[in-house]
């Protein structure tokens, strides 16, 4: 194995490291990727139903904003019509909000029972 101490030339004129055809990495202290014995890093998954909490969250936030800013592209319509489009626009946020509190709700669930099977 080769100590890296052999340096290509850089245009400029300032040396740079060889390139590395072997796997080893000179940050590495020489050892190879597989040999490497760093920090270990321990993942632990999220909890069961955080996702659909929070998608949940963010459709009930969001949609009742989204039907308001649709409902003001469409306008108020003729003035003869019996429902107003930008009031329908913003019910059907609201409704698509109300069905992401529901999703949310049974996200809270699902997190509840798994963390109570957890302690039992």
């Known amino acids: 194995m080769s100590d890296r101490t052999d340096r290509t ?3 400029t004129g300032a040396t740079a490291p ?3 055809v072997t796997g080893i990495e000179p940050g590495l202290g020489g050892q190879a990727h597989d040999e490497y014995e760093g920090r270990k890093i321990v993942l632990t998954p999220l909890p069961s139903g ?3 909490i929070l998608l949940g969250a963010m459709c009930a936030l969001l949609a009742p904003l989204a039907g308001f800013l649709i ?3 469409i ?3 003729a003035s003869g019509r019996e429902f107003n ?3 329908l626009a913003f019910f059907a946020g609201i409704v698509i ?3 992401g509190l529901v ?3 049974l996200g809270a669930l699902r997190m509840l029972r798994k963390s109570a099977d957890d302690a039992a």
């Open 71 to 73: 409902g003001s592209m």
């Open 97 to 99: 909000g109300a069905i």
């Open 85 to 87: 489009p930008m009031l």
């Open 9 to 11: 030339a850089d245009p």
């Open 18 to 20: 060889a390139p590395s």
């Open 50 to 52: 955080l996702w659909t």
């Open 75 to 77: 306008g108020t319509g």
């Open 103 to 105: 999703v949310a709700g």
